[in-house]
Structure formats: C-alpha cells, structure tokens
C-alpha cells in the first residue's frame, strides 16, 4: 500500500515564476492538506480540500491556491514567487469522517528553492 | 488562537540516557494533543497522541501525558537510542476546526551519540 506521495521531490524556481506541487494521497483518503515548512520551523498549515473543494485556509495570501481531483490527488499552486516561499512543503492526508480525530499523513515533501 | 511552545534544541545526549522534550500548548475548549517526528530527509510520521485531559499516548518507548492544569504535554523516554535521533514535533488540533488543522511547534531537534 503506497503511501502519501508528492512530485518532484525538489524544484529551483526564480522569483516571480510560477510552481505547482503534486500530491497523491494514500489509498482510501478523500482529505488532503498542504503545509509549508520554513528551515527549522515547525509546519504551517496553507489549506485543506475535501470533496474538490477548499475546506479550510491559514493565514497564506491568495497566491498560493490549489485543486482537488476527482481521484482525491491535489495540486498546489503558487503564483509570482518570492524568496520568502523557499521552503519544504507537505501534503498530508487523512479520511474525513466523525471521530474526534483523523490522523494525518504526511509525504515526503517537496524542496522549493526560490532564486 | 492556538499555538504550541517547545524547547529549542538541539538536545544532545548520550546513549541510554534519559529524555524529555518540553511542550506547552494555548488552545480554546479542548484540543487534541500530539507529537510527530521527522527523520533526516524523509515527511513527519505521528509518534503518539492524547484526545483528552488524563489521556497518555504511548509509542516505541516514548510517552506523553495530556495534563490539561498546566496545559503541557512532555515528551519522555527512560533510555534514548542512536536511532531515536531526529526532529520531535509538538502540535494541537481543536474543535473549533473540525480537529482537522494541524498547529505545530518550532521543533526539537536530539542527537543521540553512542
């Protein structure tokens, strides 16, 4: 069973240019989540999607957008880059259903590095 | 809103010595409460959780206690080895967002020497 996977692993982008992240979630999640994570900072939660749509938001502006697809896979999009978006960014996944909790997991990341 | 405080690292210990990685949380009603850890090059994996006040989650040797009076949730370990060496996260979900958001800590980084 395959795991949360995200493409490329790292990317090299100038500023101004335009990125887009990938990510499959794991098998049988409908719920994924992008975080951004600064060097040698904790994650900082950008936006959730549930049922192709954004579910929740964190304090990011509206440069940074995203998808959803009908195969619950998600893309991130950012939009005339700045230095300040090099970071390591996380999808995560998780079911969506009642419980108090639905645990997260998290790929590997992908290494943006804005020049 | 909520946040979570961590010591800053790096921890360094030595082999078999004992651990414990200081977590802080400011949350409104009552969050859920966990710690993830991330290995070298690799995305974070949950270590353990606690859902409610009283609650220890436990894992691999590690253990946290939810103690809702003094609103921490440390983490410990009796006897640390090599392998453990990686970077703890701290970080709370709440009600208020359907314990779907995830806010974490700065990170803590241990070095465990043999």
């Known amino acids: 069973d395959a795991g949360v996977t995200q493409s490329p692993t790292h990317l090299i982008k100038t500023r101004g240019q335009q990125v887009t992240l990938r990510c499959s979630p794991k098998?049988?999640?409908?719920?994924v989540s992008w975080y951004q994570q600064a060097l040698g900072q904790g994650p900082q939660f950008i936006f959730q999607y549930y049922e192709e749509e954004e579910r929740q938001r964190g304090n990011f502006p509206d440069r940074f957008s995203g998808h959803q697809f009908p195969n619950y896979s998600s893309e991130l999009n950012v939009n005339a880059l700045l230095l300040g978006d090099s970071a390591l960014y996380l999808c995560?996944?998780?079911?969506?259903?009642?419980?108090?909790?639905?645990?997260?997991?998290f790929g590997p990341g992908t290494r943006l590095t804005v020049l | 809103g909520n946040s979570v405080t961590q010591m800053e690292g790096p921890v360094t210990l030595s082999e078999e010595a004992f651990l414990i990685i200081n977590c802080t949380y400011t949350a409104t009603g009552y969050p859920s409460l966990f710690w993830y850890v991330q290995y070298p090059g690799e995305g974070l994996q949950l270590l353990l959780k606690a859902t409610k006040a009283d609650d220890k989650g436990s894992n691999k040797g590690f253990e946290a206690t939810y103690r809702k009076e003094t609103t921490s949730f440390h983490l410990e370990k009796g006897s640390v080895q090599v392998s453990d060496s990686a970077v703890y996260f701290c970080?709370?979900?709440?009600?208020?967002?359907?314990?779907?958001?995830?806010?974490f800590g700065t990170g803590t980084r241990l070095l465990v020497s043999p």
């Open positions: 098998s049988g999640h409908d719920t």
């Open positions: 995560a996944s998780s079911f969506t259903s009642a419980a108090s909790y639905n645990e997260q997991f």
């Open positions: 970080a709370l979900s709440d009600r208020s967002t359907g314990f779907q958001k995830l806010v």
